[in-house]
């Protein structure tokens, strides 16, 4: 168990959505929408063996994140990552 500042040295993921990306897909298109995604990195369940790596205690207690926390390296990646495969694959 190494806490939040040992689990947030972890390599950074490389998956940005670039402008351009997205910008190429909105031309020509003719409806929009917006998306309310309101504590979303929640929405996601951990596995297994990324819980145990969130660990930390509190009171003597032994604490682990079930799912995705706020502040962790790669949180906004794998979340972009979930968004791109709900909202862009057939």
Do not use: C
Request: cysteine-free; hydrophobic content about 35%; aromatic content about 12%.
């Amino acid at each position: 168990m190494g806490g939040p500042r040992s689990i947030s040295k972890t390599e950074k993921q490389r998956n940005p959505t670039l402008i351009d990306d997205v910008l190429d897909l909105l031309h020509g298109q003719k409806y929009f929408t917006t998306l309310d995604l309101a504590s979303g990195y929640w929405q996601i369940e951990m596995d297994d063996n990324s819980k145990e790596k969130t660990a930390f205690i509190v009171d003597n207690n032994l604490y682990e994140w079930n799912r995705l926390s706020f502040g962790l390296t790669n949180a906004p990646g794998t979340f972009q990552r979930l968004m791109n495969y709900v909202l862009f694959s057939a």
